[in-house]
């Protein structure tokens, strides 16, 4: 739970005390003190670390939140998209294929290079208000073109990238754009 949200509940959990303290126990100053001073304290905590609303966030030169990535999109070999995942309220995804046994996020059974991926070939995490790709000892490896330079750059395996929207991962030959 975020902070200022917690906050905000003891804040009225001590204004309930306060409450009840004054109307059935006029004789416990002392509760009437202390619950009167907790409110007071987390009220005001509670107000000044609460999150600011999504339309408060940064927005970058073409108008886009500066939220970071929202979706991982399957492209194909002339760049249209062919599927999405999205990846709001997520912190990890497991990339491969999906072959029963096991469990993927990202399946990438069906794509024309899917016999070169691995059953668990990466993994995308959330961490820190960043996402990060992590090869997972695939045998093709992993590759991450930056929006800015458009080089890739091939991961080595448990060596987390930071990643961005813009930026395609390629797991094998299969091309992942981050949006």
């Not at 609303?53 to 073409?62: A, E, I």
């Not at 194909?76 to 999205?86: A, C, M, Q, R, V």
């Not at 999906?98 to 993927?104: A, K, L, Q, T």
């Not at 208000?129 to 750059?153: P, T």
Request: proline share 1%.
């Amino acid at each position: 739970m975020k902070r200022g949200l917690m906050d905000l509940i003891i804040a009225c959990v001590s204004l309930s005390v306060f409450i009840l303290a004054f109307f059935y126990m006029q004789e416990a100053l002392w509760l009437l003190i202390a619950s009167g001073i907790c409110f007071c304290v987390f009220l005001t905590l509670g107000i000044l670390t609460r999150d600011k609303p999504l339309y408060f966030k940064k927005m970058d030169m073409q108008g886009n939140s500066a939220i970071g990535a929202r979706q991982l999109v399957l492209l194909s070999e002339k760049n249209t998209e062919l599927t999405s995942w999205d990846l709001f309220d997520r912190i990890s995804l497991i990339i491969g294929r999906d072959v029963g046994e096991n469990h993927v996020d990202i399946n990438l059974s069906d794509v024309t290079y899917g016999s070169f991926i691995d059953i668990e070939h990466a993994v995308l995490n959330y961490a820190g208000e960043q996402w990060y790709i992590e090869d997972l000892h695939s045998q093709n490896g992993v590759r991450v073109e930056k929006k800015g330079d458009r080089q890739q750059y091939r991961l080595a395996s448990d060596k987390p990238c930071k990643v961005e929207s813009g930026d395609v991962i390629y797991i094998a030959q299969t091309k992942l754009l981050l949006r």
